[in-house]
């Protein structure tokens, strides 16, 4: 096992190396990485936490009807945002939206996109079909409770019978 702070952060990053292509840049700067928050974590001191920056767009401009634009770091072209939060930023939609002051009435899709979205799934009945596959599993799930609530009534209904006495053998 490591003893000192140079040889855990060596361990630790040449685990990382070994699964991850790095050039050596990519291998000093994640020694850096490592060995500042290890010297942060041994002198008890948290991780300082980044603070929120202002937006790159204003909020109108970020949602236009054919595309959405990151306030974070400004790049468009984008039909909805939920996924480029998580992978680019790994920040989920509620904490974008408190970042930012965006409202829950605000959609992070691009307009005309959800509007096709939408009207695909009109075309397609996919409302009614959704109301029947929930209708069909109600009904399951009823016809699995009254099956065991059978046998369970059953059983407290009849009372237990007494277990018979062998009767003595005769003796030829």
């Not at 790095?22 to 001191?45: F, N, P, R, Y």
Request: hydrophobic residues 40%; contains cysteine.
């Amino acid at each position: 096992m490591p003893s000192s702070l140079i040889e855990l952060t060596a361990s630790i990053v040449s685990a990382h190396a070994s699964v991850t292509e790095m050039s050596t840049d990519d291998l000093l700067l994640e020694l850096q990485k490592v060995h500042t928050a290890l010297t942060q974590i041994e002198g008890g001191a948290a991780p300082a936490a980044e603070e929120p920056k202002p937006p790159v767009i204003s909020l109108k401009k970020a949602f236009q009807p054919d595309q959405v634009v990151c306030m974070i770091c400004g790049k468009g072209g984008m039909k909805t945002l939920t996924r480029h939060l998580n992978q680019v930023h790994n920040m989920k939609p509620g904490a974008y939206r408190k970042q930012f002051g965006i409202p829950s009435t605000q959609s992070l899709t691009a307009k005309n996109f959800s509007e096709s979205r939408r009207q695909m799934a009109q075309d397609r009945n996919l409302a009614a079909n959704l109301a029947k596959a929930r209708e069909v599993r109600a009904a399951n799930l009823k016809a699995k409770e009254a099956a065991a609530a059978k046998p369970a009534k059953a059983a407290k209904a009849a009372p237990a019978k007494p277990a018979k006495k062998a009767a003595p053998r005769k003796k030829a």
